[in-house]
């Protein structure tokens, strides 16, 4: 839940590097609250207002935690735009937001996983 928080509490970090957990601790529960937030909707028998609203408030926190994401690849924040082409643009993504951080500094910033290191 820690890792949501931070999320939302940099909403609008595109700045900087974000490892895996922290963008798929993101998705996770962003996920559940999303399914959660269409079952209210479904049961109160409202048009999809809990759901629309909730989506439109974790938008530039679901876009910084992802080019964040890319930076940590060694990607540029604009290889989000490859989602936009349907399938093929969706598995791309995947693919990069599982791929294993850059070991060292890149020109994004310090490696997030040796901040943790040091911090213990």
């Known amino acids: 839940m820690q890792w949501y928080l931070d999320v939302l509490k940099n909403y609008v970090g595109f700045q900087?590097?974000?490892r895996r957990k922290e963008y798929w601790m993101?998705?996770?529960f962003n996920s559940i609250v999303s399914i959660v937030l269409s079952i209210l909707d479904r049961v109160l028998h409202?048009?999809?207002l809990l759901s629309t609203l909730y989506s439109l408030a974790v938008?530039?926190?679901y876009l910084a935690v992802s080019i964040r994401?890319?930076?940590d690849t060694g990607k540029s924040g604009w290889w989000l735009l490859i989602g936009l082409i349907p399938?093929?643009?969706a598995i791309i993504l995947i693919v990069f937001m599982c791929q294993d951080s850059q070991p060292n500094d890149n020109q994004y910033g310090p490696n997030p996983k040796n901040e943790f290191k040091s911090l213990s």
């Open 26 to 28: 993101f998705f996770l």
């Open 69 to 71: 994401r890319l930076h």
């Open 46 to 48: 409202v048009s999809p």
């Open 59 to 61: 938008l530039l926190p």
């Open 16 to 18: 900087g590097r974000a």
């Open 87 to 89: 399938l093929v643009g």
